[in-house]
């Protein structure tokens, strides 16, 4: 199986301060880097993804930065709001491989009122 | 309404029992995939399907059956439970496996005694 690291494990942040969540991954073909975010109770939903052609995304409060040399990518969630709070996967892919679909561990993230 | 339904969303059994997880999507989605979530291991992929009649391993498939007849379900098969099986199982769709989210239910949670 492709071995895929993410840290922290898990996270305080104070309202209005930047959560960064990281994650190391191994297999330089993997073609697609999502992070998913997922609330008790629920199943995980796509929160943000990039493709290795571009070195950042961002979408509202969410980005994700992408070092293809240092082979890891990052969450970052500006002005991070109690409703942030949730558990975020990442889950590094390469097309035609679903057998080696694999997420990471996962990161809690609590922001604080 | 379209989505991907689990049912039962909570079930308690005894070892060696059978039990069968159901998984139901709307959207027509090729890709169905079977996950288990358990505390320190993030998500584990246990089985997938490609399309109608076509299943694959994933990274932890022993004591589990699948079977896919149609397109839109995918049930998942505990034939004779064991303690280690309890955990919660999220069922995911997606419409390929090249650069596609996937869709995830809201899970099951097995206990079993």
């Known amino acids: 199986q492709q071995q895929v690291k993410q840290s922290p494990q898990s996270l305080i942040v104070q309202k209005g301060g930047i959560s960064i969540i990281n994650c190391a991954y191994e297999?330089?073909?993997?073609?697609?880097f999502p992070w998913y975010q997922q609330f008790p109770g629920k199943g995980p939903a796509l929160l943000i993804a990039?493709?290795?052609?571009?070195s950042e995304k961002k979408e509202g409060r969410f980005t994700i930065s992408f070092n293809k040399s240092a082979k890891q990518f990052s969450l970052h969630i500006m002005d991070s709001q109690p409703g942030d709070s949730a558990t975020y996967f990442c889950?590094?892919?390469?097309?035609?491989?679903?057998?080696?679909?694999?997420f990471g561990s996962g990161t809690q993230l609590t922001v604080l009122p | 309404d379209a989505g991907i339904t689990q049912s039962p969303r909570y079930k308690i059994t005894e070892t060696g029992r059978q039990v069968t997880l159901m998984c139901h999507q709307t959207w027509s989605h090729s890709y169905m995939f079977w996950y288990r979530q358990d505390l320190g291991h993030g998500l584990r992929l246990i089985y997938y399907?490609?399309?109608?009649?076509?299943?694959d391993k994933g990274e932890v498939p022993d004591g589990y059956v699948v079977s896919r007849s149609k397109t839109e379900n995918f049930p998942l098969t505990l034939e004779s439970a064991t303690r280690s099986q309890t955990s919660v199982y999220f069922c995911?769709?997606?419409?390929?496996?090249?650069?596609?989210?996937?869709?995830f239910g809201d899970g099951t949670r097995l206990s079993i005694l």
């Open positions: 297999n330089t073909a993997f073609d697609y």
């Open positions: 889950a590094p892919f390469l097309s035609g491989s679903a057998r080696q679909l694999t």
């Open positions: 995911a769709s997606s419409e390929s496996d090249s650069n596609q989210p996937q869709h």
């Open positions: 990039i493709r290795p052609d571009v």
């Open positions: 399907s490609a399309a109608a009649d076509i299943t």
